[in-house]
């Protein structure tokens, strides 16, 4: 059973940073694509960012590159997200994903990836 464990959202000021964590268990994770998805309130859930599984390539939204940063460690089966300069409109529930391999050209759609976990609150003050 896959299982992805978001955490390391909270409620910080804008400007501020968090570093956000997804723990997966139940699949090879370093033969996935792995993303970071958002859903802001009253918005459709969007793309923020990918990794590939090797070497680590890495792809951002517009919106977000030069200030979030993805990672991954597939030592300990996790992928982070660091963001940096945070703003109001970043408030949003952050859902990580994981695309099976081969479909990197997709890497952008929700609709391309296989599991998703819970997803962790993520809440900018102005």
């Known amino acids: 059973q896959v299982q992805l464990v978001e955490s390391g959202g909270g409620l910080v000021q804008a400007g501020g940073s968090l570093r956000l964590s997804c723990a997966a268990s139940g699949l090879t994770f370093s033969r996935y694509t792995m993303g970071w998805f958002r859903q802001a309130p009253g918005k459709e859930r969007e793309f923020v960012a990918a990794?590939?599984?090797?070497?680590?390539?890495?792809y951002y939204a517009d919106s977000v590159k030069g200030r979030f940063t993805i990672s991954r460690d597939n030592a300990k089966n996790t992928v982070f997200l660091q963001v940096n300069s945070l703003k109001p409109e970043d408030t949003a529930v952050y859902y990580c994903?994981?695309?099976?391999?081969?479909?990197?050209?997709?890497?952008?759609?929700?609709?391309?990836?296989?599991?998703w976990g819970q997803g962790t609150q993520v809440t900018i003050s102005s």
């Open positions: 994903a994981a695309q099976p391999p081969l479909r990197w050209r997709t890497r952008s759609k929700e609709e391309e990836y296989d599991y």
């Open positions: 990794i590939s599984w090797s070497p680590g390539n890495t």
